[in-house]
């Protein structure tokens, strides 16, 4: 980290920027070109294994063994379900370690050791399996009750899903992985409280999480629906931001409340699910159609086509990744423009923004290609442009 000086609270930005370190720059652009790498060779793997997998008929001969084992029925297609989920997961498993392990301590972000990383691997498996393989049931039997618009009713089915597991996110999987407290700070607390109010959003808990048993980047938000709904502050982001720079933080993701944001993308995450699926059962119907007895498959209702459903469905949203990430920087930028206006701080959204790029070695401003592709949030660069831009209007109104 650069040596940038917290500034008085309530004063304006610094007139020399942090991100302006040569040194400081340079670090963050090789991380940001080592993560793009990473995230490169992840995705290409993980098509080259799936594709591989299903040359080779591994879904279709899993499937069968475990028929052999369990008789034909409900288990025993719950069982190859949960070996498919399983095996995705110990695939991706050595890449999620150089990740995790090699290239975030390599640049001095991650405060996680191998054991403790493998303990919440092993619990993120233990919790998701149960869910996958339930997903998967609904799949086959979505598929056999509906042959031809099976994909209409998984679509259906997203918003709620989605919904549920917002409001048990909080309560049910957040505790299994990080500690929560209650914001000790008494005079924060209140000022954020005050600030909800003002925004008209009603909140039943400020609480501080532990990031730092992980990492040292910084992160603030909202967690849950309705009465589960609560503020989470990293204390990353306690130890080191002004409380100045962390109310503008917090009053960016009172916009998202404030806008409904999660239910928007609850909404767009459906039309893209809605899509993804689409493309997928044509693509599957087809592959099974010209190329069943390659892969072993010539209908869509046995387990064994899951992988081949799952591995179109992953080429069709890349496809629309983009669009999706462009929907997301909308909404970004209206959460920003709503902490402006609530706050009417730009100096200390300048600052804060400043803050989280050094503490989380952010690039300012990565090439647009690559913003375009895979960004999901403004670059830093132009959310303090639209900083400075908010600033100066105000001065002239």
Known sequence: MTGYARPPEGNPEPASSPLDDPEWLARARRYRRDRLRWLLADLALDLAAGGLALALRLPVITQERVARRLSAGPVAEACAIASYAAGAWLLGLPSRAWRDLVLE????????RGRSWLADQLKALALSLPVETLIGQ???AAIRRWP???WLALSLATAPLAALF???????????FNRYRPLEDEALAARLRDQAAAAGIQVSEILVTDLSRRTRKANAFFAGLGRTRRIVLGDTLLDEFAPDEIVVILAHELGHQAHRDLWRLILASTAQVTLTIWLAQRLAERATRYHGRRIGLTRLDRPAALPLIAWLAALAGLALAPAANAFSRRIERQADRFALELTGDAGAFIRAMQRLAVQNLSDPEPPRLERWLFSSHPSIAERVAAARQFARQRRLS
């Not at 301590?105 to 996680?112: A, F, K, N, P, V």
């Not at 917002?166 to 299994?176: D, G, Q, T």
């Open 166 to 176: 917002s409001f048990l996110f909080p309560v049910v999987v957040a505790p299994r």
């Open 105 to 112: 301590h390599r640049y001095g972000l991650s405060t996680q």
């Open 138 to 140: 609904g799949v086959l």
């Open 148 to 150: 031809r618009r099976w």
